[in-house]
């Protein structure tokens, strides 16, 4: 298993089992899973698609420095996430983060720990095109918007 | 010579990906500074900033050569 | 989506895209997918192989039932569970257990809910073969052997 | 008649998947002390039973018909 293939950017629609397929072993007995797709609505407001950017070879090294750190939390266990950039419509997946631990309850544990990092550290920004504009999504609380695809006054001042 | 990155919306404020500025060092804080009063950029309060695809404080110097992006809040996942 | 195949007892392989793929849908933004497999050692044990027995309409009554109990826990969830039955090789899969919801967080613990539920009510057995023997097991916790193969004296008396 | 079905080490036990009583009606309870005393079964006390692919207490009866299994602790997943 090549460790550079663990943590992905990619453009192409991903495979859950593809990327799971790179956790299972024979010392682990659970992987614990997360897809993360492309919801319709969002606090009533309807989504028609996203957009993500990366910064690609910097969002390569966070996943891996998350990686890094479930192994210091969680020390037997392997992690691998790849996350989706460019247009995505309606239920497609965004990203996908497969942990494998021989025990269950780590496998939760860390997989849940990897998607908060994620939204904390990894230089990836979505934007949301609905039928009556379109927004970068500021950050994980999703707080921050600019209606107007870009930032208002009070955020430029 | 040093290259700054932008992304998301910021990408859409300048209107490119990237800049090129033609300095041997400037910290991060000056860099600010200057992106601010030479360019389109009013308000940088939220914005992070990477030095060689690594997260850096105000006061670290880019240096000839380094790669620096401007990271605004993250929403991946 | 025909509700019978959400829950399913089989002697072939098990699709991780597969089973996942039931519960994705336009309203989830989230699905956990958790995969059980056969793991080498426990407590350093060295297994060889497993073999699953079950009940197996009963089995898919009390998987739906869990589905069910999920439902109510957490009301916009949808769940998908397949297991394995048969002979098993290492790092086979014996399980995978799918939730979607709308939001992350109700997708790791409605997940976690199925799986310790499975361990609890669902009439499936496992018997592990080592290089020394082979024993049915006994209950979730894995305390309860038959190292010969059969119950000794004190759990026939 | 009811049909009383065996898995896991019980099968090993019993030597056969099911047994068929030509009875019309009995108390898991009662089944459980035949099965004991005319059968291999030495001891059943952490075994559960179902009626009809449900758990069932030992004082529900099992009727003419009825499909009983002998349920030993779980162990999927």
Not at chain 1, 17 to 34: P, Q, S
Not at chain 1, 36 to 58: C, H, N, Q, S, W
Not at chain 2, 47 to 68: H, L, P, S
Request: glycine residues 6%.
């Amino acid at each position: 298993m090549n460790q550079n293939e663990l943590f992905k950017i990619t453009k192409d629609p991903i495979n859950i089992e593809e990327v799971t397929n790179k956790v299972i072993r024979r010392e682990a007995g659970a992987i614990t899973t997360f897809t993360g797709t492309v919801r319709e609505f969002t606090k009533g407001k309807r989504t028609l698609y996203l957009e993500y950017d990366a910064y690609i070879p910097m969002a390569v090294k966070k996943l891996a420095q998350i990686g890094q750190e479930i192994s210091e939390k969680w020390p037997d266990a392997i992690t691998a996430i790849t996350h989706r950039i460019g247009r995505l419509d309606i239920s497609e997946i965004a990203v996908v983060i497969a942990v494998s631990t021989p025990h269950r309850k780590d496998a939760y544990d860390a997989n849940e720990y990897a998607i908060e990092r994620i939204k904390q550290i990894v230089p990836i920004w979505k934007k949301e095109h609905w039928e009556d504009g379109e927004m970068w999504i500021g950050d994980q609380l999703e707080t921050k918007r600019y209606p107007t695809g870009k930032p208002e006054e009070e955020d430029l001042v | 010579m040093i290259t700054v990155l932008f992304f998301a919306h910021l990408q859409e404020i300048a209107g490119m990906e990237k800049l090129t500025l033609d300095v041997d060092q400037i910290s991060i804080k000056s860099l600010k500074q200057k992106l601010k009063e030479e360019y389109q950029f009013k308000n940088l309060d939220q914005i992070m900033f990477a030095i060689n695809e690594e997260y850096a404080t105000e006061d670290e110097i880019i240096k000839n050569g380094d790669i620096v992006a401007l990271i605004p809040p993250v929403s991946g996942g």
